[in-house]
């Protein structure tokens, strides 16, 4: 396993983060605490999960596989989601954000939390409390770095403005919905993230289980593409384009003898401004199978390959800056 630092922090994190949301709902508890234990065992130290993951069993889950071990794992959670029916028990609102904390902390067992994340920006809460609340957590020793997920670029530079010009502690991070079949973050939120230092952490490398090859073009009746709606929904994966990048990731992964799990991970770790790719599993079999993406490198050729097809189409005003770039 190998370490990155993420974002403009000096905090080492493993290529890969062991996402927990099947934790206790489609995984057994038995089967998730074994599933910490090997990727800790097999040098993996990002464990990343959320307080509104299966009602915050999750997180109890995750607290008690790593509770012998807490001061070797890395822990990321997250706030932002209604947690009750309580008008202020949703958002990321000062009050919301120190009772979730709390409550985080307690069903994590742990006395602090590494990389705690604000889910999604709030309309409702002006982003000048939001991080005057977590600059003051970091400050008491709660929460040791912050950072943000599922964000527009503008949100996630006015975050970083507003920290700079008040001093408070910036978002090291941002975790984004990433993939060879969902790149929408290269049209601004990549650039920005290099030029600002700000690490991104992928969630659904994988497509939602799409690119993992295991569907062909007919409407599966089972696993997470069958839901009507959301970002792993059938309709929203099952896209011509899709198919021609599964095509070739299936043809790549053929010729390298790897699974098509393995090469889209793979194509992850390659790319620029990434650093560790957040990847789930609801059974052993599968952990072990997205593990076989590291400890070997895809070769350029096979990479470019991938990389053109899932290409976005260029479009406005990309196309129009990049015709009076000034050369070097």
Same mark, same amino acid.
Request: aromatic residues 10%; glycine residues 8%.
């Given at each position: 396993?190998?370490?990155?630092?993420?974002?403009?922090?000096?905090?080492?994190?493993?290529?890969?983060?062991?996402? @927990?949301?099947?934790?206790?709902?489609?995984?057994?508890?038995?089967?998730?605490?074994?599933?910490?234990?090997?990727?800790?065992?097999?040098?993996?130290?990002?464990?990343? @999960?959320?307080?509104?993951?299966?009602?915050? =069993?999750? &997180? !109890?889950?995750?607290? =008690? $596989?790593?509770?012998?071990?807490?001061?070797?794992?890395?822990?990321?959670?997250?706030? =932002?989601?209604?947690? *009750?029916?309580? $008008?202020?028990?949703?958002?990321?609102?000062?009050?919301?954000?120190?009772?979730?904390?709390? /409550?985080?902390?307690?069903?994590?067992?742990?006395?602090?939390?590494?990389?705690?994340?604000?889910?999604?920006?709030?309309?409702? @809460?002006?982003?000048?409390?939001?991080?005057?609340?977590?600059?003051?957590?970091?400050?008491?020793?709660?929460?040791?770095?912050?950072?943000?997920?599922?964000?527009?670029?503008?949100?996630?530079?006015?975050?970083?403005?507003?920290?700079?010009?008040? =001093?408070?502690?910036?978002?090291?991070?941002?975790?984004?919905?990433?993939?060879?079949? *969902?790149?929408?973050?290269?049209?601004?939120?990549?650039?920005?993230?290099? &030029?600002?230092?700000?690490?991104?952490? #992928?969630?659904?490398?994988?497509?939602?289980?799409?690119?993992?090859?295991?569907?062909? &073009?007919?409407?599966?009746?089972?696993?997470?593409?069958?839901?009507?709606?959301? &970002?792993?929904?059938?309709?929203?994966?099952?896209?011509?384009?899709?198919?021609?990048?599964?095509?070739?990731?299936?043809?790549?992964?053929?010729?390298?003898?790897?699974?098509? /799990?393995?090469?889209?991970?793979?194509?992850?770790?390659?790319? !620029?401004?990434?650093?560790? #790719?957040?990847?789930?599993?609801?059974?052993? /079999?599968?952990?072990?199978?997205?593990?076989?993406?590291?400890?070997?490198?895809?070769?350029?050729?096979?990479?470019?390959?991938?990389?053109?097809?899932? @290409?976005?189409?260029?479009?406005?005003?990309?196309?129009?800056? /990049?015709?009076?770039?000034?050369?070097?």
């Amino acid at each position: 396993m190998e370490y990155r630092l993420l974002g403009r922090s000096g905090l080492a994190v493993s290529e890969l983060c062991l996402g @927990t949301m099947t934790f206790g709902n489609t995984t057994s508890e038995t089967d998730s605490i074994s599933m910490v234990h090997r990727f800790m065992e097999q040098g993996g130290n990002f464990l990343d @999960t959320a307080n509104v993951y299966v009602g915050g =069993r999750s &997180e !109890e889950i995750v607290g =008690r $596989a790593i509770k012998d071990r807490r001061s070797d794992v890395v822990l990321a959670t997250k706030v =932002r989601f209604a947690t *009750s029916t309580n $008008a202020n028990s949703v958002g990321v609102s000062r009050k919301h954000i120190i009772d979730a904390v709390e /409550a985080s902390l307690k069903r994590l067992d742990t006395d602090y939390i590494d990389l705690y994340q604000v889910h999604v920006w709030d309309h409702a @809460t002006p982003i000048e409390e939001t991080l005057r609340a977590l600059d003051d957590l970091v400050t008491a020793g709660k929460v040791r770095y912050i950072g943000c997920s599922n964000f527009f670029a503008w949100q996630l530079m006015k975050s970083l403005a507003v920290s700079d010009w008040n =001093r408070y502690v910036r978002f090291i991070s941002i975790q984004p919905q990433y993939s060879l079949v *969902s790149r929408e973050m290269d049209r601004e939120m990549i650039s920005l993230c290099l &030029e600002e230092n700000v690490g991104i952490i #992928p969630w659904a490398p994988l497509g939602g289980g799409f690119l993992t090859g295991r569907y062909g &073009e007919e409407e599966p009746t089972s696993g997470r593409l069958t839901s009507k709606v959301g &970002e792993s929904s059938w309709g929203n994966r099952s896209s011509s384009n899709n198919f021609a990048v599964l095509k070739a990731v299936r043809q790549v992964a053929k010729e390298l003898d790897k699974t098509p /799990a393995q090469v889209a991970l793979a194509w992850l770790l390659r790319r !620029e401004g990434i650093t560790s #790719p957040i990847f789930g599993a609801s059974t052993l /079999a599968q952990y072990e199978e997205n593990m076989g993406a590291i400890g070997w490198s895809m070769p350029e050729e096979a990479w470019k390959q991938l990389d053109e097809i899932s @290409t976005l189409p260029s479009e406005y005003p990309n196309r129009f800056i /990049a015709k009076f770039a000034r050369p070097l």
